[in-house]
């Protein structure tokens, strides 16, 4: 009994510690991606999203929504860059807690209508990385973005007041 314990915890122990260190670049070059666009992850691994300049997140959707934050899903919340700020960039991290496909997005106005999508373990077949992109392209409005905006402040005139239109 005493054996096969000490024989399991011999044999786990390094696994439970073999988790990988992810990175992720938000935004860089001033450009509306995530770098890379996805990742594959363990149960356990970290991702560390680091935030260049604009104002961006890293925020949980879904696949068949791309644009749309899910309820209690992870949020890094808004982070700031101004445009001569260069390094010492602000980052998030989030711990894997579940092998399923994970999908985000960035809420800025009008930056997920233009692809700003993130994934970990999206699917090689069905649910695809490029499928959700190209969902994600599919909500930016025909008429372009100032139509948009207007029907949006239209709609939530609250939201059109919030401080994450100051700096896109
Ligand atoms: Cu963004």
């Not at 009994?1 to 122990?13: E, K």
């Not at 139509?147 to 402040?153: G, I, S, T």
């Amino acid at each position: 009994m005493i054996f096969s314990a000490i024989f399991t915890l011999l044999f786990t122990l390094p696994l439970a510690f073999a988790w990988t260190h992810h990175h992720v670049e938000v935004g860089p070059n001033s450009q509306l991606v995530y770098d890379p666009e996805y990742i594959t992850a363990d149960i356990g691994d970290k991702v560390t999203f680091r935030f260049h300049q604009k104002n961006h997140t890293v925020t949980q959707s879904s696949f068949q929504t791309p644009c749309t934050q899910i309820f209690d899903g992870f949020n890094s919340g808004f982070n700031p860059v101004g445009p001569d700020v260069y390094d010492n960039f602000p980052t998030v991290t989030l711990t894997v807690l579940v092998d399923t496909p994970l999908w985000f997005h960035c809420e800025q106005t009008g930056h997920c209508p233009q692809g700003m999508v993130f994934a970990i373990n999206p699917p090689a077949s069905g649910n695809t990385f490029d499928k959700f992109k190209a969902a994600a392209l599919a909500t930016a409005a025909p008429t372009g973005g100032s139509h948009a905006r207007a029907e949006m402040a239209r709609r939530f005139p609250r939201a059109s007041l919030a401080p994450k239109d100051l700096a896109q």
